[in-house]
T-cell receptor
Framework: NAGVMQNPRHLVRRRGQEARLRCSPM?????VYWYRQLPEEGLKFMVY????????ESGMPKERFSAEFPKEGPSILRIQQVVRGDSAAYFC?????????????FGPGTRLTVL | GIQVEQSPPDLILQEGANSTLRCNFS?????LQWFHQNPWGQLINLFY???GTKQNGRLSATTVATERYSLLYISSSQTTDSGVYFC???????????????FGQGTILTVHP
């Protein structure tokens, strides 16, 4: 009964490097969501994906951030040329359905630190 | 967009006490969830409760969707209940935005032994 898996749990990058965060949804779930929690702030929606499709990316920063959920393999959140302001906890969630009945289950998060 | 407000922002209790956390939201919602973020940062699903009342052990929740609020009750609190409690609602803006949970700012609960 595996839940949502995220790796790595902790990631340290220097300014200018790339960060790749991975998320494997719960078994049978095909809807994936990414959220970001900045220090001392609540969680903010970033992007909603289904297999091979981006459904809603209204919360994604316009530059340097991208997300994918390929037909095979985990969902990837990619941050290029990281800056100190990207330091945060990044959570992935998954759901079985979309719409009104999409209870979302969260992974343990990846804590990104940019030096 | 929808606004979610939680109260109180901070709550300090002695072990064994009861408490009520409140979540107000500014528009109609299709989905409401309560989460506990433990001191290690993990988000634990507590309730999926768009309406009605549910109970799980010492925790229970009630959502009155027509009046746009939800309550989380914690009875006989324990030190392990410490952490941040978040309410989150599914933005019913229509279109494809059926995935966006909007979170409140949370209630920080500290339970002393």
């Amino acid at each position: 009964n595996a839940g949502v898996m995220q790796n790595p749990r902790h990631l340290v990058r220097r300014r200018g490097q790339e960060a790749r965060l991975r998320c494997s949804p719960m078994k049978g779930h095909s809807h994936v969501y990414w959220y970001r929690q900045l220090p001392e702030e609540g969680l903010k929606f970033m992007v909603y994906l289904q297999k091979e499709n981006i459904i809603d990316e209204s919360g994604m920063p316009k530059e340097r951030f991208s997300a994918e959920f390929p037909k095979e393999g985990p969902s990837i959140l990619r941050i290029q040329q990281v800056v100190r302001g990207d330091s945060a906890a990044y959570f992935c969630a998954s759901s079985l359905t979309q719409g009104a009945r999409n209870e979302q289950f969260f992974g343990p998060g990846t804590r990104l630190t940019v030096l | 967009g929808i606004q979610v407000e939680q109260s109180p922002p901070d709550l300090i209790l002695q072990e064994g006490a009861n408490s009520t956390l409140r979540c107000n939201f500014s528009d109609s919602v299709n989905n409401l969830q309560w989460f506990h973020q433990n001191p290690w940062g993990q988000l634990i699903n507590l309730f999926y409760i768009p309406s009605g009342t549910k109970q799980n052990g010492r925790l229970s929740a009630t959502t009155v969707a027509t009046e746009r609020y939800s309550l989380l009750y914690i009875s006989s609190s324990q030190t392990t209940d410490s952490g941040v409690y978040f309410c989150a609602v599914l933005d019913n803006a229509g279109g494809t935005s059926y995935g966006k949970l909007t979170f409140g700012q949370g209630t920080i609960l500290t339970v002393h032994p």
